[in-house]
């Protein structure tokens, strides 16, 4: 079974492409979305975020995420201390997600794969790049905020033109041509790939 890693900053359509795969039978962990879930659901991540952000941090059992905002924006310091709680949880439970699959390969999604060094727990890592005025267009609209929101997020990832030299494989998100037919093309490599290893 081979590992997979699919990455791309932000708005660059990694989430779209990994619902292709999805559709093609390949199973897939969508990290940032695990990542809240187990901010929700794991006692011991639980305990770890009320130890340094406060009672506060859960209002009736469920995370308040307007407290957690609040601290983290604009102040890298309580985000630095938020990723470096939460990133051991994720990276225990997508390895052992990982492991449990049985499929030809399963797909790991990640915004911050080089950026947090698990690169080398993938046989192969896909980047997913498009132009940035193409991504901020499309993060404005999708999650309704200003151009300098975006701006902002993008600052915090690895420059494209130096993921783009450290990925395995490139896609380009471009809407220039149609992409599903080089992810099914993609797709049957990965697998006759797979099946050699
Ligand atoms: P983030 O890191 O912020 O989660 P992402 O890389 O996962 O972003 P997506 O959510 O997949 O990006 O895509 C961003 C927006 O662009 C979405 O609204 C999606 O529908 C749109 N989009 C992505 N790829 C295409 C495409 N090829 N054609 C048209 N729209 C696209």
Redesign the pocket.
């Known amino acids: 079974m081979l590992s997979i890693g699919l990455t791309?900053?932000?708005?660059?359509?990694?989430?779209?492409?990994?619902r292709v795969f999805e559709i093609l039978g390949v199973p897939v962990y969508y990290a940032?979305k695990r990542a809240r879930w187990l901010m929700e659901n794991n006692p011991d991540l639980r305990e770890s975020l009320i130890k340094h952000f406060g009672v506060a941090t859960y209002q009736e059992e469920s995370l308040n995420r307007k407290h957690l905002a609040n601290l983290v924006f604009n102040n890298p310091d309580n985000l630095k201390l938020l990723n470096s709680i939460v990133h051991p949880f994720s990276i225990r439970d997508s390895k052992e997600w990982m492991k449990a699959q049985q499929t030809d390969y399963a797909i790991k999604?990640a915004?911050l794969i080089y950026e947090s060094g698990t690169q080398a727990d993938f046989d192969l890592i896909i980047g997913?790049f498009?132009p940035k005025p193409l991504r901020i267009k499309?993060?404005m609209?999708?999650?309704k905020i200003t151009r300098e929101q975006v701006i902002e997020?993008m600052d915090n990832q690895l420059d494209p033109d130096i993921a783009r030299k450290l990925c395995n494989i490139v896609i380009d998100?471009d809407?220039a041509k149609l992409?599903t037919p080089k992810l099914v093309a993609l797709h049957n490599q990965i697998i006759q790939k797979a099946q050699k290893t």
């Open positions: 791309g900053g932000i708005g660059s359509g990694k989430s779209t492409i990994a940032d999604e915004a997913v498009a499309r993060t609209q999708r999650d997020r998100n809407e992409i």
